[in-house]
């Protein structure tokens, strides 16, 4: 077997010979032989597949110490680890992403060459959550004062609790005054306060006995500064807005399901009917990802907000979602209506609804 010059081998994998020294020397790539008199490094034709997959992940940047984790496992092994890799990045580019649009709708609204609304604006509001027709007792939490809109719906032995303290930990942004620049630091110590709450309901050496390890909570909330509503979401509860008479879901679920349908393998209709529909991605809660999508949306008087669980969303269309937000007169008449229309559909979960309007303060 004739061996390669360093030369010859770094353009057949596309590494340059700098590259193949140095992974040499981290015990990435070992050369086939090193001439003892002249240092020179050869390499074995057949180390060319493994320096291709050595070149592709740095092209994917991975990490070096991660590329000999995966070098060194079987081709399925690898192919687990390299998805592993890829999901975590894109998860933190989309952190990335919700903080950059943060920062672009931050600055965008101090802009003095952006038109104001004169009139200062304000919040009518209305929360409702009611158990539904099957389950036997009500997890979920849905909570509206002037100033926080919430929806949390709690799983496990002690969802109720889970959900009710991550709410409850957010009601301290009810008092406080945020200045506009402290918003997101303010959301960020906020959700660290509801974590913390809802990993003290579940902890697992409460005394009480019985296994409440498993109890989280999604979380999805909107904070209004005066002229903007933050947005906090974790989970599989969603907002939608109507607005100039349309209706626009606003939140993305953190589900398995819905990752399948971004990814293409599964149709939104496969997936209304898929048993595994509720799994979710991230949640509040122990051991899962807590990772929070954030937003900024400016108010605009005539503006109705929606947050709801999905005790709404699996049961009623979203054809009669926007016909109710568009006739409700009132807060108060919409979230009555909605869970209405869920209990009429089965009830099959709780069902909360939290409905806000941006109005022209008197
Ligand atoms: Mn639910």
Same mark, same amino acid.
Not at 276 to 282: A, E, Y
């Given at each position: 077997m004739e061996l390669l010059t360093i030369g010859a081998f770094a353009k057949a994998s596309r590494l340059s010979p700098k590259a193949l020294r140095l992974y040499d020397e981290l015990g990435l790539l070992t050369p086939a +032989? !090193?001439? /003892?008199?002249?240092g020179y490094r050869r390499y074995a034709p057949e180390q060319l597949e493994q320096a291709r997959l050595v070149a592709w992940l740095r092209r994917l940047g991975m990490p070096l110490a991660r590329i000999r984790q995966v070098c060194a496992m079987d081709p399925g092994e690898a192919a687990g680890e390299i998805r592993a890799y890829w999901a975590r990045v894109e998860a933190d580019t989309a952190a990335r992403r919700d903080l950059a649009a943060f920062l672009v709708d931050h600055l965008t609204g101090k802009d003095p060459t952006m038109s104001r609304t004169t009139a200062p604006l304000a919040l009518r509001y209305a929360a409702l959550s009611d158990t539904g +027709? !099957? +389950? %036997?007792?009500? *997890?979920d939490t849905a909570y509206a004062g002037s100033r926080l809109l919430a929806v949390a719906d709690g799983f496990g032995g002690k969802g109720a609790l889970a959900g009710a303290a991550a709410v409850d930990a957010l009601r301290s942004l009810e008092s406080e005054t945020v200045p506009a620049g402290d918003l997101l630091n303010a959301l960020e110590d906020a959700l660290g306060r509801a974590e913390r709450a809802v990993h003290g309901v579940s902890? %697992?050496?409460?005394?009480? @006995?019985?296994?409440?390890?498993d109890a989280g909570t999604t979380l999805t909330a909107m904070l209004w500064t005066g002229s903007q509503l933050a947005l906090v979401h974790i989970g599989d509860s969603r907002v939608h807005l109507l607005r100039d008479g349309e209706l626009f879901q606003i939140t993305h679920d953190h589900t398995v399901v819905q990752s399948l349908i971004d990814e293409g393998r599964l149709t939104p209709e496969e997936a209304a009917s898929? /048993? *595994? #529909?509720?799994? &979710? &991605? #991230?949640? &509040?809660? +122990? @051991?899962?990802?807590?990772?929070p999508d954030l937003r900024l949306h400016d108010a605009r008087a005539g503006d109705r907000y929606l947050l709801c669980s999905d005790g709404l969303s699996t049961v009623v269309p979203a054809g009669d979602i926007h016909r109710v937000l568009t006739d409700a007169p009132e807060p108060e008449s919409a979230v009555r209506e909605l869970v209405d229309l869920a209990n009429a559909s089965g009830g099959p979960d709780n069902v909360s609804c939290v409905v806000a309007d941006v109005v022209a303060q008197a």
């Open positions: +032989r !090193v001439d /003892p008199d002249t +027709r !099957v +389950r %036997p007792s009500n *997890q902890a %697992p050496d409460d005394g009480i @006995g019985g296994d409440d390890t898929h /048993p *595994q #529909r509720s799994l &979710l &991605l #991230r949640a &509040l809660g +122990r @051991g899962a990802d807590s990772t």
